[in-house]
């Protein structure tokens, strides 16, 4: 089934380590994006890639870094994690940057930084 | 700055009509989403609206006033499956989405 996956499903974390969430798209979208939920706060957008090779900064970047190497694949990175970045992490993925596509969002990450 | 608010929770009955509000203020507008969540689950999407007024798909509407701002997802015949949050957001003039917190709705026997 085409579609969205992220590895992992849930991490607990020391503070201060380095931690890569995954996240891989088989429905050759060319735009993908990361996101955070906390409760009572919308969706806040982290790192996007219109394409793949380019990436762009989003609402809260700091503290995290991206990269796209390819079409299907989308990490997102935590150099040295705090627990203020305890939350959930959606990737999500869209045919055209740009323009009005739905956005299609993967399981979900649960992180908690301790 | 952009905002987008949405009640926090409502609760309603199983076969009822239950509306949710979103208002908004944006740097430019290319369209509102609505979207489905159940808990510990991703998003879904449900509807798409870039003009004025109501768009219909089953037994979800979804309405749109760019004058006022405004939007509503209009769930009718009410099933316990629906019991969900549903987020509001906003395409902005840079394409990026503004998402609201999320209304959870709560649906009773």
């Known amino acids: 089934i085409a579609g969205i996956t992220q590895a992992p499903t849930s991490q607990i974390l020391a503070a201060g380590r380095r931690m890569t969430l995954r996240c891989t798209q088989d429905m050759r979208h060319n735009a993908m994006y990361w996101y955070r939920q906390d409760l009572g706060l919308g969706l806040r957008l982290i790192h996007y890639?219109?394409?793949?090779?380019?990436?762009g900064k989003g609402e809260v970047p700091d503290g995290y870094s991206v990269s796209r190497a390819n079409t299907d694949d989308f990490p997102l990175t935590l150099a040295s994690a705090v627990p203020s970045q305890t939350s959930v992490y959606f990737c999500?993925?869209?045919?055209?940057?740009?323009?009005?596509?739905?956005?299609?969002f993967g399981p979900g990450t649960r992180l908690t930084v301790l | 700055g952009q905002n987008i608010d949405q009640p926090t929770e409502m609760t309603a009955t199983e076969g009822a009509i239950v509306q949710i509000n979103c208002t908004y203020q944006t740097s430019g507008f290319n369209g509102l989403f609505w979207y489905q969540q159940h808990a510990g689950e991703a998003p879904t999407f449900l509807s798409y609206?870039?003009l004025d007024g109501l768009e219909e798909k089953g037994r979800f509407s979804s309405f749109l006033s760019r004058s006022k701002g405004y939007s509503y997802l209009l769930l009718k015949e009410l099933q316990m499956k629906d019991s969900a949050s549903y987020l509001c957001a906003v395409m902005d003039s840079n394409y990026q989405l503004i998402w609201g917190a999320g209304t959870k709705l709560i649906i009773k026997p």
């Open positions: 609206n870039v």
């Open positions: 890639s219109n394409t793949a090779g380019t990436t």
């Open positions: 999500a993925s869209s045919d055209s940057p740009g323009n009005t596509d739905t956005q299609y």
